[in-house]
């Protein structure tokens, strides 16, 4: 019986394209309107250096406006406009399959269909994972750094649940710019409540898309890797992150130099039977709106998941309103 092999199937150029249009189209953080493809976050990712350095025009600021007067002796002095920089941090990343095992079990069926969607889906989980912990870094930094202005915290209040109430007072910390607000990101402890209290309602945003939840409205992406953690003493505090549309942006592309997929042929493996190594490699970047990232210390040449997570790597460069998000901390 004849056994379906990767190098059979696999045309490395073509399932790099694919799986980076996939990763870049299907996933349901791109369809909520949190993450937004950037193509100048794109560009840079195959270009040299770890980082770069996106200049952006500050707002004008609030200055009274000059009261003219019939005086040629008297000059307006002009105010100007500022500038500011939001640095990007790149991340190479890497992940293989042995095909030993799973071109057995893939034989007889379409082989390039199932490892072309299980590796999409990879990466997808992937991205969620970056993002979700850049979130978690943003708050720390928030926290730390500006009063926590972008925080809503009422785990010390009698009515202390997750509520629309609740939802409406976090959004509010954006003052005038709370209708910005398009979606919200919360632990699935948190979206079982919504259900049960029928708050949950389903969307299909074109055709032949995945119908996607929404609350009051909102896009809802659900993530148990949203910060749970005991309140001591019989539950758990929970943070979810409410988003305005591009509140996040990111690039997805394969590597300019490495091969974005590969297949590795070891003959001896298996007492001589072979075995068969699929690498899959993309360059990643993250990066929320409104921050810089700060370098500091880092183990590798990446950021990692936690390094992500971290307060010291953020910084907010524009005010809270420029910055379309966010946290509310709830039972």
Do not use: C
């Amino acid at each position: 019986m004849a056994t379906t092999q990767l190098s059979d199937i696999i045309v490395p150029e073509a399932f790099t394209a694919y799986l980076v249009q996939n990763a870049m189209e299907k996933t349901a953080l791109v369809q909520s309107g949190v993450l937004v493809p950037n193509a100048v976050i794109n560009a840079q990712l195959t270009a040299g250096s770890d980082a770069f350095s996106v200049p952006f025009w500050r707002d004008l600021g609030n200055d009274e406006a000059n009261v003219v007067n019939d005086d040629p002796a008297s000059l307006a002095s002009p105010k100007k406009i500022q500038t500011g920089k939001q640095f990007i941090r790149k991340a190479f990343l890497h992940q293989s399959w042995s095909a030993m095992n799973l071109a057995s079990e893939l034989a007889g069926s379409d082989a390039l269909a199932r490892i072309q969607d299980r590796a999409v889906a990879y990466w997808n989980r992937q991205l969620q994972r970056r993002l979700v912990a850049t979130l978690t870094g943003v708050l720390a930094d928030n926290v730390a750094n500006d009063s926590d202005d972008m925080v809503l915290d009422i785990t010390g209040a009698t009515a202390s649940a997750f509520s629309p109430d609740a939802v409406i007072d976090a959004a509010g910390t954006l003052g005038d710019s709370m209708d910005t607000v398009t979606g919200i990101a919360m632990h699935s402890d948190l979206y079982r409540q919504a259900l049960k209290a029928d708050l949950i309602e389903f969307i299909q945003p074109s055709a032949g898309s995945m119908r996607m939840p929404t609350y009051r409205g909102l896009a809802v992406i659900v993530d148990d890797g949203m910060p749970k953690v005991s309140d001591g003493a019989t539950g758990f505090n929970y943070t979810s992150v409410l988003f305005g549309a591009g509140a996040v942006g990111y690039g997805l592309t394969a590597p300019a130099i490495a091969e974005g997929t590969e297949v590795e042929n070891i003959p001896g493996a298996g007492n001589g039977g072979g075995q068969q190594i699929l690498h899959s490699r993309v360059n990643l970047a993250v990066h929320p709106a409104g921050f810089a990232w700060v370098e500091g210390t880092l183990a590798g040449d990446s950021p990692t998941i936690a390094e992500l997570g971290a307060a010291a790597h953020w910084d907010r460069v524009v005010e809270r309103k420029a910055v379309p998000m966010a946290f509310l901390v709830t039972k």
